[in-house]
């Protein structure tokens, strides 16, 4: 469960159950929302906050411990001393908020021998630093004051006791002796008169306590170092004591996974040289250690920013740590240095942090590798952590890294979806064009499927199958121009659904007559309308309409063609014809009945005849296919035409219907 405190830190939220319990304050973990990542590996804000009371004694008038550790961790920093966040005073409770750790005692017993052995070393790192560099005595050195961060480091803490060596007399050591670790106070501690060497005494002693339960032969030189510690650290006499600088020069801390951990904490005081030969070989010498020791250990320093800059690192060692190891990958492919579970534990959590980082080099890097681990992320990762990074890259002015940037949303498209990559509404607007394999083909070939090397032959379209039957001329005088094939043109807009598509093929036995004779073309045009009352066959009014490449309605397609009037003698002039048409259809009109619209034969049979159509120029106009009249030079009159035609006035005009206006 967790609580909001009121605090300097905004959004912090510390836990109700502390971890730990000590004489003088209680340690909490707790997370600051909306913070910066680098406070823990988990790149979630978590923090540990420490609080304290007031205490009683000669060392505590002043400040109290929690405040005597806040103010030293403030003022000596180092990267093997527990990180200062900020700290301040709530009623009469004190709250120190620090970087992520986890007592010693508590992880202890899943720790390896070789990560104890670099723990140790950072913490003595952190020993020589006070001593010999700020001249303050420790006076607490135990498993109480050392601290475990959430990457498997060692950091010291406890520092409480902290106090110049001026300051450093036996009344303050016997002052302080009631809250120390009892095993790490020298018996001898009051009767010495040289007080600078307690610190070798309590190191000797924390390395007793955690090699406890580990043998000799697991860590290199480790029965050397214990021996080591009892007859040199823990001397009687201490200025037999040597200095913790010469600790760090036994051999337990120059074994090679302890070299190799040096060389990349002090890779800035490396020469191009050095790391050259350093790069070119690390990977082969850290095979034969634990994997998830050497992930836990040198997965920070192996990213770090001034690993992934150097040329040779960036060639030699980050394709294969930025690539998990999958036994099922084929043959051929460069394989990761590790394994799958391995680098979501360990690696996962410093990409994470990595994509964080505002430096080109390393976001270009990230990218270049990004479809390697990609696939390490769970959803919610990507979507809430990775994804807003790549989308802050493409509003970058660098060209290169927004292509990269682009690059990489494509890889996230099919694991999170394209609505979640760019957002916003989507439409299709490509559809699969590809033929419908079941379906049958639309030119059938009989010859055999060329082979995919071998291209088709083209065939002209006289040589492709035609479903339609074409009408051959059997006149020997005419030429091959001389058969027009005419293709059906998309229907009408009125009436010319139900036409059907066919292929007309016309004969031509006069030549195109000259635009005066259509004189009276808008008469003529009413008097066609009025004459298709009567004249109701399909094939006439297509002819006629042809002829004056302009559109008409069509018939209603529920008449039924009663007749077809064809003349071979043409004794009168068209136009004296249609007008005679004309006539004889408004004569028939008897009856009320004739207006109805189910018997009427199309919608401007009566208007064409009985008053001028003041819209017909606005009639669309659909240009219709140009038939290609070949001229004769005669002209013979037996040739029928569909325009000449005799009325028949025998033809019962409701014939057609099956209904009368009664019915």
């Known amino acids: 469960m967790m609580g909001n405190e009121s605090s300097q830190l905004s959004g912090l939220e510390i836990e109700d159950k502390a971890i730990e319990i000590t004489d003088f304050w209680c340690h909490y973990q707790a997370t600051i929302k909306d913070s910066c990542r680098y406070f823990s590996l988990k790149s979630d804000g978590s923090v540990s906050v420490f609080k304290g009371e007031a205490a009683t004694g000669p060392l505590w008038a002043i400040s109290t411990p929690l405040e005597k550790f806040s103010n030293n961790l403030l003022k000596y920093r180092h990267p093997c001393i527990v990180r200062y966040i900020s700290a301040w005073q709530q009623r009469s409770t004190l709250h120190l908020a620090t970087e992520y750790v986890q007592p010693l ?82 018996p001898n501690e009051d009767s010495y008169e040289i007080t600078t060497k307690v610190d070798q005494y309590g190191f000797a002693v924390l390395v007793d306590d955690v090699f406890k339960d580990c043998h000799d032969d697991e860590v290199p030189h480790l ?76 997965g920070g320093l192996l990213l770090s920013r001034l690993t992934m800059l150097d ?55 990230l990218l270049r590798h990004f479809a390697k681990f990609v696939n390490v992320f769970s959803h919610e990762e990507l979507s ?14 660098d060209d290169n890294l927004v292509s990269a940037t682009l690059i990489c949303l494509s890889e996230l498209v099919p694991i999170l979806g394209a609505d979640t990559v760019i957002g916003g509404q989507r439409s299709k607007h490509f559809t699969d064009g590809r033929p419908n394999s079941k379906g049958k083909p639309l030119l059938p070939t009989t010859s055999p499927v060329p082979e995919p090397k071998d291209y088709p032959i083209a065939k002209s379209l006289q040589d492709l199958p035609c479903s ?16 027009t094939l005419t293709l059906n043109e998309r229907p009408s807009p009125v009436g010319g659904e139900s036409l059907e598509d066919e292929i007309m093929v016309t004969e031509t036995s006069k030549k195109i007559e000259s635009e005066d004779d259509w004189s009276d073309w808008e008469n003529s045009r009413q008097l066609s309308a009025a004459t298709a009352g009567y ?58 009945s004739e207006l109805d619209i189910k018997n009427q034969k199309y919608e401007h049979s009566k208007k064409g005849a009985d008053e001028f159509d003041f819209f017909a120029d606005m009639t669309p106009v659909i240009e219709k296919p140009t038939i290609v009249n070949i001229a004769q030079d005669n002209v013979t009159q037996g040739v029928s035409s569909k325009l000449n035609f005799v009325p028949d006035d025998s033809v019962d005009e409701n014939e057609g219907w099956g209904e009368g206006w009664n019915d």
């Open 384 to 397: 809430q952590h990775i994804l807003p990074e790549l989308l802050l890259g493409i509003k970058d002015t």
């Open 535 to 592: 004249i109701i066959g399909e094939d006439i009014i297509q002819e006629e309409f042809i002829h004056r490449n302009s559109i008409e309605d069509k018939l209603t397609q529920n008449i039924n063609p009663i007749t077809k009037i064809e003349t071979n003698n043409i004794p009168e002039s068209r136009t004296i014809l249609l007008q005679k048409a004309a006539i004889q259809a408004k004569k028939n009109i008897v009856d009320i």
């Open 223 to 298: 029965k050397e170092f214990r021996k080591y510690c009892r007859n040199s650290l823990q001397h009687q006499d201490p200025s037999q004591r040597p200095k913790l600088s010469d600790a760090l020069l036994h051999n337990f801390f120059n074994h090679e996974f302890i070299s190799i951990y040096k060389f990349l904490n002090f890779l800035p005081l490396k020469s191009e040289d050095e790391k050259c030969q350093f790069f070119s070989s690390i990977l082969d010498n850290l095979k034969c250690y634990d994997e998830e020791t050497v992930a836990k250990q040198l």
């Open 468 to 483: 339609e039957h074409i009408y051959e001329n059997d006149s020997n005088d005419l030429t091959s121009f001389e058969k």
């Open 105 to 186: 005692s508590q992880i202890l017993n899943t720790l390896t021998p070789l990560q104890i052995c670099i723990g140790l070393n950072n913490i003595l790192r952190a020993l020589v630093f006070l001593q010999e560099q700020a001249g303050m005595s420790h006076n607490n050195v135990s498993m109480s004051a050392v601290y475990v961060t959430g990457d498997g480091q060692w950091k010291l803490g406890g520092m409480q006791y902290l106090c110049p060596f001026a300051d450093l007399t036996s009344a303050y050591l016997k002052h302080a002796r009631i809250h120390r670790y009892d095993k790490a106070v020298d």
């Open 311 to 365: 040329q040779t690192a960036q060639k030699e060692v980050i394709p294969f740590i930025l690539k998990p190891r999958n036994d099922r990958i084929p043959n051929g492919e460069i394989l990761g240095f590790f394994s799958l579970s391995v680098f979501k534990e360990h690696i996962k959590p410093r990409l994470m942090q990595l994509f964080g980082v505002r430096d080109s080099q390393i976001r270009m890097l």
